[in-house]
DNA sequence: AAGGCGGGGAA
DNA sequence: TTCCCAGCCTT
């Protein structure tokens, strides 16, 4: 590998950004900890289009670490909600009780230190150190992970210890040397792997912008740019059908709050069955009494099966995740009377504060559709 | 080391 | 459809 590469590299990139980095994303040049933090957990696995959007809603409503953790987790989800891996948000707020507890209110600066947080590993530790403290702390996204595979020909799957330690290993060689040049330096890299040295199309593969390490770039000197970094072939997500209970009396729903290790994590959603392997002969209709003892708690003394006479099927919805594919069926329940939940995962809520409550997405456009609907029955 | 955990945009 | 993304946590 090149010493002039990597004693080069920071400077070249720092100058690159200065022609031709992002500017003007709502979290750029806030040095507040608590304002990087927040945007380096959302923009977790996350696209900048996305969080454009959430994160200045976000921190209207979360504008302090002392206001997060003081807010009910409920409401962090609400907020949360549609932007998937809602492990983030559980950890986000038990990260935000944790520094007013354990930190007086204020993010140590040591990444290490930062490590030790709910929800912040060695990559966002290093973000946070160098954004906000200008430490010389490395980060290993994504992005750097195909850049340095690129810049010094890694071979290998990324995530193989091996290959992880030298990655960890290069960018911690390549920083700036100046303290201060920490958050540029940091942004560039981020900048340039996501709109230069790109997965699919990256600059040095067309024809109107020069890459300025076009000359140095292990990959690109022996065209094995497309090829790296070494992708791993994923087997086909296995697929599941459930049922739903969409129970309506008058203009309430019943919501059921979930678990918080599964999928959906602490999100409220329909009662719903257990998830069983999609089978193609699957076509009988679930008997209804068996669907409510599954999806609804202490079913034997339960008075939800006296409801359960007007179950009518209603739609079938597909939901891809990245590794499952689940098919819904939509099952609606009307009832004249509120029955008692008689448990504390259960809850009636208005049509009209839905939007007060963290629904998983499908649920969410589901429910929406209701709501425009004209009043009466819930099959318009 | 491998698998779980969302959702949207791009190709 | 599949791939990709400012990853982290558990097993």
């Not at 059908?241 to 709050?257: A, E, T």
Request: with cysteine; net charge positive.
């Amino acid at each position: 590998m090149s010493k002039t590469l990597i004693t080069t590299f920071s400077e070249n990139l720092i100058a690159w950004h200065a022609r031709s980095g992002r500017s003007g994303l709502p979290w750029q040049g806030n040095r507040d900890p608590y304002a990087v933090w927040v945007s380096e957990v959302m923009l977790q696995q996350t696209q900048v289009a996305t969080v454009l959007e959430r994160y200045p809603r976000f921190m209207k409503r979360f504008p302090t670490v002392q206001k997060l953790a003081k807010a009910h987790i409920d409401d962090v989800l609400a907020e949360w909600a549609g932007l998937g891996y809602y492990s983030r948000a559980r950890n986000l707020h038990a990260c935000a009780q944790q520094v007013m507890k354990e930190f007086g209110g204020q993010f140590p600066s040591d990444p290490v230190m930062l490590e030790q947080l709910k929800g912040i590993g060695r990559s966002t530790a290093g973000a946070i150190a160098a954004f906000a403290f200008h430490k010389r702390a490395p980060i290993l996204d994504a992005n750097v992970k195909r850049i340095l595979a690129r810049l010094f020909g890694v071979e290998g799957a990324m995530q193989e210890k091996v290959i992880n330690d030298r990655l960890w290993k290069l960018a911690t060689d390549i920083l700036p040397v100046k303290p201060k040049d920490m958050p540029v330096y940091t942004q560039a890299l981020m900048d340039f792997g996501a709109t230069w040295c790109t997965a699919r199309k990256p600059v040095c593969l067309g024809h109107e912008k020069k890459c300025p390490f076009e000359k140095s770039c292990q990959a690109n000197l022996s065209n094995q740019v497309l090829s790296l970094p070494q992708k791993i072939v994923k087997a086909k997500s296995p697929e599941f059908d459930c049922d739903m209970l969409l129970i309506r009396s008058g203009n309430s729903i019943l919501l059921q709050k979930r678990p918080s290790k599964a999928i959906w994590g602490g999100l409220w959603s329909l009662p719903e069955s257990v998830w069983v392997a999609k089978s193609p002969s699957r076509k009988t209709t679930p008997s209804i009494q068996n669907l409510f003892a599954a999806a609804l708690p202490e079913e034997k003394a339960s008075p939800w099966l006296r409801v359960c006479k007007t179950a009518q099927a209603g739609p079938q919805i597909k939901h891809v995740f990245t590794h499952r594919r689940l098919w819904m069926q939509i099952w609606y329940v009307s009832t004249s009377k509120l029955v008692e939940p008689g448990n504390e995962k259960l809850k009636w809520v208005p049509l009209k504060q839905l939007g007060r409550y963290g629904l998983p997405q499908p649920i969410k456009v589901l429910l929406q559709g209701l709501s425009l609907a004209r009043g009466g029955d819930l099959k318009n």
